[in-house]
């Protein structure tokens, strides 16, 4: 870091928060603030009361008195009265994007930013498996789990790939991106933005930071930075013959360019329309980056935790854990993977105060049963108990969900989990519910 950083603000001490302290200089003074004891006690294990202040409570002006720059986490809400007058007041913001990006100047590695109201995960964690395959150096970062700060010897990279949550762009201004792509955007955190046009503008704040941009050109709410884009990819026809088409010629899935370039699917494992979606996301980011790129061995792809995870079978019935469905056009996607099949859907939590409708014609569908947990549950009641066809309970514990769900399905049934909100009303994240829910259903 700057020789000239003396003291740092960290608002918010977990794994973010954590990350940017260990990348600070030793010398540089760490004023830690969190809401969590629990949190604040861990960075003071850590980092220790020498030199460093820790403070809980409530957020006061003069903890920004004689600091640098204030680094603050994704949990921690710009919009906090005293954030937006320090703002005004030409106070330095970081997170630990910007941070990496001001420090690091990447000669000869290539960056693939992706982001997206669902789906960045998969894709990078896609394009992270297809760059090892070939041989290629390659490490996904971000909001994907481990802190870009955290990378050990960035620079012996062929190839660096960030998932960019909507907070992680707030503050980034300024940044070495070859690619970024725009997966998708539905409503979303809208506990955290005033207006779904904010969420929007911060999402394509990515399109003016990277050299070579493409998006979804199915998306609708997309359309107003279809001008910005370079390249799309989607399943409606396009007049640029660079741009990624997904094609079903007699019934033999494959994605094809204008100009000759093609790659079948049939080896693809994942299930679900979406999946396709996403490797011709991930195909159309290492292709703009590296031409003559040949070595998609797609066959191998593996899913991510907790996205569409299949557990196990039991009695004929099929267990799948969607815990990182956190809104609900991630549930309706694995909704739609599951064509045909009687599906007993555990649900709820914190909805992010989402519009829940959009849920109602899949419900209708194929869900005969929904198991409701958490705060939110008699929201989804509120919403959708005039569905005849659809069975509602609510459950106070994740295990009696489950074991209601085991209880009314049959062989050749799903059982479910995917949630449509946060987690954080009953646990520390989403990781923490699924791996709940796989406890629970390995013990049937």
Same mark, same amino acid.
């Given at each position: 870091m700057n020789e000239n950083i003396n003291h740092v603000l960290i608002l918010g001490c977990g794994q973010t928060g954590l990350s940017i302290a260990k990348y600070l200089d030793s010398n540089t003074k760490i004023s830690f603030y969190d809401e969590s004891k629990t949190a604040l006690d861990n960075a003071r294990n850590l980092f220790g009361t020498k030199k460093n202040l820790y403070f809980l409570g409530d957020l006061k002006e003069l903890l920004f008195e004689n600091v640098d720059f204030v680094a603050i986490s994704p949990g921690v809400d710009p919009r906090h009265p005293l954030l937006k007058r320090m703002i005004k007041k030409g106070v330095t913001f970081h997170n630990d994007i910007s941070l990496f990006f001001e420090k690091k100047n990447l000669l000869g590695i290539k960056v693939i930013a992706v982001t997206g109201t669902n789906g960045k995960t998969t894709v990078c964690s896609m394009i992270e498996q297809i760059a090892l395959e070939s041989g290629l150096k390659a490490k996904a970062v971000g909001n994907i789990g481990l802190p870009i700060l955290d990378i050990d010897q960035v620079e012996t990279l062929d190839l660096l790939i960030i998932e960019l949550s909507s907070f992680q762009l707030e503050l980034l201004n300024k940044a070495k991106i070859d690619v970024g792509v725009i997966l998708n955007i539905s409503d979303d955190h809208m506990d955290r933005y005033d207006s779904f046009k904010q969420y929007f503008q911060v999402k394509a704040k990515l399109f003016d930071l990277a050299k070579i941009n493409i998006i979804n050109r199915d998306d609708n709410k997309l359309d107003a930075l279809m001008h910005k884009a370079n390249l799309s990819f989607g399943i409606s026809e396009s007049n640029n013959k660079y741009d990624y088409i997904l094609s079903d010629n007699n019934h033999s899935p494959s994605i094809e360019r204008g100009d000759g370039f093609a790659i079948e699917l049939n080896s693809l494992k994942l299930i679900g329309e979406h999946n396709k979606f996403n490797i011709m996301a991930a195909i159309a980011?290492?292709?703009?980056?590296? *031409?003559? +790129?040949?070595? +998609?061995?797609?066959?191998? =792809?593996?899913?991510?935790?907790?996205?569409?995870?299949?557990?196990?079978?039991?009695?004929?019935?099929?267990?799948?854990?969607? $815990?990182? %469905?956190?809104?609900?056009? &991630?549930?309706?996607?694995?909704?739609?993977?599951?064509?045909?099949?009687?599906? +007993? =859907? /555990? %649900?709820?939590?914190?909805?992010?105060?989402?519009?829940?409708?959009?849920?109602?014609?899949?419900?209708?569908?194929?869900?005969?049963?929904?198991?409701?947990?958490?705060?939110? &549950?008699?929201? +989804?009641?509120?919403?959708?108990?005039?569905?005849?066809? =659809?069975?509602?309970?609510?459950?106070?514990?994740?295990?009696?969900?489950?074991?209601?769900?085991?209880?009314?399905?049959? &062989?050749?049934?799903?059982?479910? =989990? $995917? *949630? &449509?909100?946060? $987690?954080?009303?009953?646990?520390?994240?989403?990781?923490?519910?699924?791996?709940?829910?796989? $406890? /629970?259903?390995?013990?049937?």
């Open positions: 980011c290492i292709k703009s980056i590296l *031409p003559n +790129f040949k070595h +998609f061995k797609i066959g191998n =792809l593996k899913g991510v935790n907790h996205r569409l995870e299949r557990l196990k079978n039991l009695q004929g019935i099929e267990f799948y854990n969607d $815990s990182k %469905a956190t809104n609900v056009n &991630a549930t309706i996607t694995a909704l739609k993977s599951f064509d045909k099949k009687n599906i +007993f =859907l /555990i %649900a709820g939590g914190d909805s992010k105060n989402q519009i829940l409708k959009p849920l109602e014609k899949y419900l209708k569908q194929g869900v005969s049963s929904l198991y409701l947990i958490g705060q939110d &549950a008699h929201i +989804f009641e509120e919403n959708f108990n005039f569905i005849k066809s =659809l069975k509602i309970t609510s459950h106070k514990l994740m295990k009696d969900a489950v074991l209601s769900a085991y209880e009314d399905a049959e &062989a050749g049934d799903i059982v479910l =989990l $995917s *949630p &449509a909100c946060a $987690s954080y009303d009953m646990y520390k994240n989403y990781k923490e519910r699924g791996d709940e829910y796989k $406890s /629970i259903v390995e013990e049937l």
